[in-house]
């Protein structure tokens, strides 16, 4: 396994720099370790699958889990707000980093994490491949 470590800077979109910095990086499969640092506001699909929402507020990331690739990254995120209640949701674009946010991934040797249409659930969903 590998790991990568970077940080992003006031005005990243926290989801496209992740997705950008996997296909640079030609990542297949890997997983978020740690992402530690605040957003000024945050945008967030609910578990209907279909609701967009914006927090125009500043928080703290409190939590980013997921898979990431370049072919296919579904991440989930949690914010603390200023009162210390948290809001969670499906990671969409629009979450904008303010300070920084410091990023640990772990990558998975030979793995590469793919997208299948599954008609049972109507999304694009992961499929695992991996090498011999």
């Known amino acids: 396994m590998k790991q990568h470590?970077?940080?992003?800077?006031?005005?990243d979109d926290?989801?496209?720099s992740l997705k950008a910095y996997a296909e640079k990086q030609q990542i297949g499969g890997a997983v978020i370790v740690s992402?530690?640092?605040?957003?000024?506001?945050a945008r967030l699909r609910d578990?209907?699958?279909?609701?967009l929402r914006e927090i125009p507020e500043e928080?703290?990331?409190?939590?980013?889990?997921g898979?990431?690739?370049?072919?296919?990254?579904?991440?989930?995120?949690?914010f603390s707000k200023e009162d210390l209640?948290?809001?969670?949701?499906?990671?969409?674009?629009?979450?904008?980093i303010n300070t920084t946010c410091e990023i640990v991934i772990l990558e998975l040797d030979g793995v590469q994490f793919d997208a299948e249409d599954d008609p049972e659930t109507g999304y694009d969903e992961i499929?695992?491949?991996t090498q011999g």
Request: charged fraction near 15%; hydrophobic fraction near 45%.
């Open 5 to 11: 470590f970077f940080r992003l800077h006031r005005g």
């Open 14 to 16: 926290l989801l496209l």
């Open 35 to 41: 992402a530690v640092g605040c957003v000024q506001r």
């Open 47 to 51: 578990a209907s699958g279909v609701n």
């Open 59 to 65: 928080m703290e990331i409190v939590s980013l889990t």
């Open 67 to 78: 898979t990431l690739g370049r072919k296919r990254t579904h991440l989930h995120a949690a």
């Open 85 to 96: 209640s948290t809001i969670g949701g499906h990671l969409v674009p629009g979450c904008i």
């Open 127 to 129: 499929m695992f491949r």
